[in-house]
Antibody, heavy 122, light 112 residues
Framework: QVQLQESGPGLVKPSETLSLTCTVS??????????WSWIRQSPEKGLEWIGY???????NYNPSLKSRVTISLDTSKNQFSLKLSSVTAADTGFYYC??????????????WGQGTLVTVSS | DIVMTQSPLSLPVTPGEPASISCRSS???????????VVWYLQKPGQSPQLLIY???NRASGVPDRFSGSGSGTDFTLKISRVEAEDVGVYYC?????????FGQGTRLEIK
């Protein structure tokens, strides 16, 4: 059974870079049919897809965040990571990592990590 | 961006009674391959979202058969035939057809 676990600082200062890592257990990040994803949730914006990466290096980001987001993959550690630069209070929320299963097209997120709360504050 | 609009936003239900949630998309989610690219999730209190339905009508592994999905094009429905106490939480629809992937605003199901 594949499991995902987010880790990283729960408090980030405004204008700094938010950095989170997702560790995958019970399966490999090198699967051809999976895209490794980040999603965030806040009362103001609800669930918001941030972006995803495939083990072949291809990625796709939400245009609303694209200029500030980098998602990377470390196959040796079976992890993937999120960096979000120049954060503001609007970036406060729960951050989830999730596996996006793809058949012909990207299809559904399953499983999700338990989520981690990130607060942007000085 | 494809906008996903759910209704109602709040749904009080008596245990044993049916429930229905609507999700409408601003663009058709029917792909030329014949599949409708809509997914339903349930976020139980204090938990991350869990997969219920994919490709509009397919129940995920382990999901009780009281949950069913229907619809095509831009109009989709999640139905619970007989609500149980464990079904409380927020239900979300999502479209994976086009980036950015987008979610509905959520429907909160509560027990009367």
């Amino acid at each position: 059974q594949v499991q995902l676990q987010e880790s990283g600082p729960g408090l980030v200062k405004p204008s700094e870079t938010l950095s989170l890592t997702c560790t995958v257990s019970g399966g490999s990040v090198s699967g051809a049919f999976f895209f490794w994803s980040w999603i965030r949730q806040s009362p103001e914006k609800g669930l918001e897809w941030i972006g995803y990466i495939h083990y072949n290096g291809s990625n796709n980001y939400n245009p609303s965040l694209k200029s500030r987001v980098t998602i990377s993959l470390d196959t040796s550690k079976n992890q993937f990571s999120l960096k979000l630069s120049s954060v503001t209070a609007a970036d406060t929320g729960f951050y989830y990592c999730a596996r996006l299963v793809s058949t012909i097209l990207p299809n559904w997120f399953d499983p999700w990590g338990q989520g981690t709360l990130v607060t942007v504050s000085s | 961006d494809i906008v996903m609009t759910q209704s109602p936003l709040s749904l009080p239900v008596t245990p044993g009674e049916p429930a229905s949630i609507s999700c409408r998309s601003s663009q058709s989610l029917l792909h030329r391959n014949g599949h409708n690219y809509v997914v339903w999730y349930l976020q139980k209190p204090g938990q991350s979202p869990q997969l219920l339905i994919y490709l509009a009508t397919n129940r995920a592994s382990g999901v009780p058969d009281r949950f069913s999905g229907s619809g095509s094009g831009t109009d989709f429905t999640l139905k619970i035939s007989r609500v149980e106490a464990e079904d409380v939480g927020v239900y979300y629809c999502m479209q994976p057809l086009q980036t950015p992937l987008t979610f509905g605003q959520g429907t909160r199901l509560e027990i009367k």
